[in-house]
C-alpha cells in the first residue's frame, strides 16, 4: 500500500516481581492494554508475573508507564 502511515510493531517481555498474585494484577494489565490497543499475554511463572506485549513503540512506552 502507496503512502502507509503504518506504524512498526515491536514486541516487549516484561517481568514484574513482587507481590501481584491475588491483587487483580493481571486483569489490570489486560484492561490496559486493551485500551490501548495492544495485542500479547500475562501469565504469572516461578519469576513472577510475565507480560508479552506487541504494538507501536510509542504506545509500548505508554503501556510500560501505566
Do not use: Y
Not at 10 to 32: A, C, D, I, S, Y
Amino acid at each position: 500500500m502507496s503512502g502507509s502511515t503504518a506504524r512498526p510493531m515491536t514486541r516487549r517481555r516484561l517481568v514484574v516481581q513482587g507481590v501481584v498474585q491475588g491483587v487483580g494484577f493481571r486483569p489490570f494489565v489486560h484492561g490496559v492494554a486493551t485500551a490501548l490497543g495492544l495485542v500479547g499475554w500475562v501469565r504469572n511463572d516461578d519469576a513472577g508475573v510475565v507480560i508479552e506485549i506487541e504494538g507501536p513503540a510509542e504506545v509500548l512506552d505508554r503501556f510500560q508507564s501505566a
